[in-house]
């Protein structure tokens, strides 16, 4: 389902429910006690960003930029390092906004102590993973800091990540072929982990970056991918690995492996296919997605899950019964705001 075959009726009952979505999260954004990107105010504030843009509504950027300085001044010793709730997906947010001109600042002051923190807790840690199911998010994050700057090498923040980023490669190196993580107690590594290594792969690829070790790790990756897939089901994940291995086969020349990644999406756009999924399980793939969708960029920009079953979302658009058990919910409990925020995100990609 793609914008400009929206109807101009199925347009203003997406844009009355985001309106709803966005003057919620604007009331009740602030009683949030994370501070992060997948869970918290950074999350938010980025959607009343883009939300504000799409409306032309300046009250809701004027919040968003309140709550960022709200996290700023909250942030302290006890702050997670990690990406979906700590300081790297904060600080993600910030490349985020400032790359797509929501904000103006100079990440390289304003990111400082995050670096440092995010630095020491890289070299302290004995593996880069919390548990099986963790976003390699030193990549993502590290990535961000470096958009557009790979080459200013007289840039002495510059060269400080781009090692950095060769010693993360290392550090994939040792989760997925060394196995460190058995040493652990953790068994295996997931589907969401391994998209967000492969996606650090496709990134160090185009950088030009230790690229031994990069195709050494992409012709290893099928194999993670054989056994992974057996013992997970995960629709999300095996929608966005889908859309990777399109752009890891650009990458190789391996005839082999090429024909062994694309045989990987055969059958998970056979899967892909067959997927029959409830109203609940629609609505947790489309805002996973729309998650998913801003950090993976560009690589999901093409994605349209809607494609499988556009009628599902005019569905739920419809369904008063929906919204209020929603927001019901939400108004229980506050943590479930992530839920209408992503919500929100993917709705907004529908009319954008």
Known sequence: MKSKNLNLSFKRKVANRLSYIADFLLVNGDFVDILGLFSGKMGIAIFLYQYSRYKGNKKFENHAGWMIDEIYKNIN??????????????????????????????????????DITTYRSMVQQPILTKNSNDLFGYGFYLQARLHNRLNDDKNLNTLIKKQQLIYLTDECERLLILKRYLDFNIMSLSLRTLNSIAWFQIEMHKSGLFPLKVNKLLRHLPSELEFTLKTNDAPVEEIVLYCLIKSIVDLINDIELSKKYMDYASLLQ??????????????????SLAWYKLIYAPYLKDCNFLSKSPEKLLGIIDNEDFWCILFDRVNKDVTK??????LGMGLLNEVI
């Open 337 to 342: 705001l992530t839920e209408l925020t992503g």
């Open 77 to 114: 010793s006890k702050t997670p390092v990690d990406f979906e709730e700590g300081l790297m997906g904060i600080g993600w947010g910030i490349e985020y906004l400032v790359r797509n001109a929501f904000v103006v600042t100079n990440t390289d002051e304003t990111l400082a102590e995050i």
């Open 270 to 287: 056979e899967k892909w296919h067959d997927m029959k999924p409830d109203e609940n399980t629609f609505v947790n793939i489309f805002t």
